[in-house]
């Protein structure tokens, strides 16, 4: 999976918990994304990362926060998780702007908010 | 909305047979680009076509590009167990815009 790693790859949690999924690339890419996919709405851009500390919303951005120290780690994190975030959630990274250039994937975290 | 829409949403072939997915979008694009879903797997880019191009190959894949009537297909031909997949195509959103959107997919099963 072109060097990308998602941590933790299955959880179950509480509505209101915090929750932190990791993002690990050894690509050295700039842009880095967070996604989100669910039936009958394929996947959906969260936030995105350009650089180290830069940082945007996508489509889906309510309800999520990112951070990006460095250039290989990018964690998405919900503040208080809803049931409607239950979800697989997908990272993804590209050398170049994505709409340029192809995108790798991780391998996904399935996460389940009871 | 979604700027790329795929059709069908499920095709169901023989092992061997050609498959055709299309995908309909809505603004003008830079480019656009097909990847591969396996089940419970990240997607797995397959093809990347530019405005200004109208057919591309890859393998067993074709893609072509109809920028007039805002529409791209997927051609797999003789198809393979292994192609048993979701099939997504993603545009820019706006030649502005830095981000791409995925359509829903279509989901292809190669029957033995």
Same mark, same amino acid.
């Given at each position: 999976?072109?060097?990308?790693?998602?941590?933790?790859?299955? @959880?179950?949690?509480?509505?209101?918990?915090?929750?932190?999924? !990791?993002?690990?690339?050894?690509?050295?890419?700039?842009?880095?994304?967070?996604?989100?996919?669910?039936?009958?709405?394929?996947?959906?851009?969260?936030?995105?990362?350009?650089?180290?500390?830069?940082?945007?919303?996508?489509?889906?951005?309510?309800?999520?926060?990112?951070? !990006?120290?460095?250039?290989?780690?990018?964690?998405?994190?919900?503040?208080?998780?809803?049931?409607?975030?239950?979800?697989?959630?997908?990272?993804?990274?590209?050398?170049?702007?994505?709409?340029?250039?192809?995108?790798?994937?991780?391998?996904?975290?399935?996460?389940?908010?009871? | 909305?979604?700027?790329?829409?795929?059709?069908?949403?499920?095709?169901?072939?023989?092992?061997?047979?050609?498959?055709?997915?299309?995908?309909?979008?809505?603004?003008?694009?830079?480019?656009?680009?097909?990847?591969?879903?396996?089940?419970?797997?990240?997607?797995?880019?397959?093809?990347?076509? !530019?405005?200004?191009?109208?057919?591309?190959?890859?393998?067993?894949?074709?893609?072509?590009?109809?920028?007039? @009537?805002?529409?791209?297909?997927?051609?797999?031909?003789?198809? !393979?167990?292994?192609?048993?997949?979701?099939?997504?195509?993603?545009?820019?959103?706006?030649?502005?815009?830095?981000?791409?959107?995925?359509?829903?997919?279509?989901?292809?099963?190669?029957?033995?």
């Amino acid at each position: 999976d072109a060097g990308i790693t998602q941590s933790p790859r299955h @959880k179950v949690t509480e509505t209101g918990t915090p929750v932190t999924l !990791r993002c690990h690339q050894t690509e050295n890419h700039r842009y880095m994304y967070w996604y989100r996919q669910d039936p009958g709405h394929g996947l959906r851009l969260i936030h995105y990362s350009y650089g180290v500390k830069d940082t945007d919303k996508g489509e889906v951005s309510d309800g999520y926060s990112v951070s !990006r120290s460095k250039t290989e780690d990018f964690l998405l994190t919900l503040e208080s998780a809803t049931s409607s975030q239950t979800s697989v959630y997908f990272c993804a990274i590209s050398e170049g702007l994505a709409v340029l250039n192809e995108q790798f994937f991780g391998p996904g975290t399935r996460l389940t908010v009871l | 909305s979604q700027q790329g829409e795929e059709d069908p949403q499920a095709l169901s072939i023989q092992e061997g047979e050609n498959a055709t997915m299309n995908c309909s979008y809505k603004t003008s694009i830079n480019n656009l680009q097909w990847y591969r879903q396996n089940s419970g797997r990240g997607l797995v880019h397959l093809i990347l076509i !530019r405005s200004n191009e109208r057919e591309k190959h890859s393998g067993r894949l074709r893609v072509t590009l109809d920028t007039s @009537k805002k529409s791209s297909s997927l051609l797999i031909t003789a198809s !393979r167990a292994a192609d048993t997949a979701s099939y997504f195509c993603a545009t820019d959103a706006d030649r502005g815009a830095q981000k791409l959107v995925f359509g829903q997919g279509t989901r292809l099963t190669i029957n033995p």
